[in-house]
C-alpha cells in the first residue's frame, strides 16, 4: 500500500484488510453504515471521540490513522484476528494484543488489590461476629443503653479500633475495585 494515504484511505483500507464490511465496523462503533460510507469516502470525519475508538477498533494507532507519511500496519494474524473482535470477546494474545485489552495491567492489579483487601476486611468482620454468636456478651453503659450481638462484643473486648478497621477495608476494597472496572471514556 502506499504511505501517504488520507484518512479515509485509510480507514477502509485496514477495514477491508480485517476482513469487515461497512455495515460490521459500523455496528462496532455504534454508527450508522451511513457514517462509515462518509468517512471512507472523505464527505465527513469522525468526532475525536469516534477516532479513538475507531482506531482501537481497527488495531492501529491514531498516529497512522491522523499522520501522512506513517506506515500502515503488517498484517499479523493474531493482531488483526485481536481487532475483528468486538471488545467482550477480545482476549490475551501475548504482548502484541496488550493494547487491545479492555484492562491494562495497572488496573488488574487494582482490582486484585481491591478483592484482597475487600476480602481481609470481610473476613475480620466474620470472625468478630463468629465470636460475638460463640461467646455472647450483654453490656450495659453509663446511659442505661445495652448492647448485646456484634456491637456488645467489640465493646465489652475493646476491639472499637479492630472493627473500623475491618470495615474500613471492607469500603476501601469495594471503592478500589469499582474504581478498577469503570470503563475508561474519552
Keep these: 500500500m502506499r504511505k501517504d494515504l488520507q484518512l479515509y484511505g485509510k480507514i477502509q483500507a485496514r477495514r477491508k484488510a480485517l476482513g469487515l464490511s461497512q455495515e460490521e ?3 462496532r462503533m455504534g454508527v450508522s453504515r451511513q457514517s462509515v460510507t ?8 469522525p468526532d475525536l471521540d469516534r477516532l479513538v475508538e475507531l482506531a482501537d ?21 493474531g493482531h488483526e484476528e485481536s481487532a475483528a473482535l468486538p471488545p ?6 501475548g504482548p502484541a494484543a496488550a493494547a487491545d485489552t479492555d484492562m491494562t495491567t495497572g488496573r488488574r492489579i487494582a482490582l486484585a ?4 483487601i475487600f476480602l481481609i476486611g470481610a473476613a475480620g468482620l466474620l470472625t468478630m461476629w463468629i465470636f460475638s454468636e460463640l461467646f455472647p456478651v450483654q453490656l450495659v453503659d ?4 445495652v448492647h448485646t450481638g456484634l456491637w456488645g462484643y467489640v465493646l465489652a473486648r475493646e476491639l472499637n479500633a479492630l472493627f473500623w478497621a475491618a470495615l474500613a ?18
Design 25 to 27: 465496523l459500523a455496528q
Design 38 to 45: 462518509k468517512w471512507e469516502t472523505g464527505l465527513s470525519a
Design 57 to 77: 477498533t481497527l488495531g492501529v494507532s491514531l498516529d497512522y490513522l491522523l499522520r501522512d507519511q506513517i506506515d500502515v500496519p503488517e498484517a499479523s494474524a
Design 88 to 93: 467482550e470477546e477480545k482476549t490475551e494474545r
Design 113 to 116: 488489590a481491591g478483592v484482597l
Design 142 to 145: 453509663l446511659r442505661g443503653g
Design 169 to 186: 477495608a471492607v469500603a476501601v476494597g469495594l471503592a478500589l475495585s469499582a474504581f478498577s472496572l469503570r470503563r475508561k471514556k474519552f
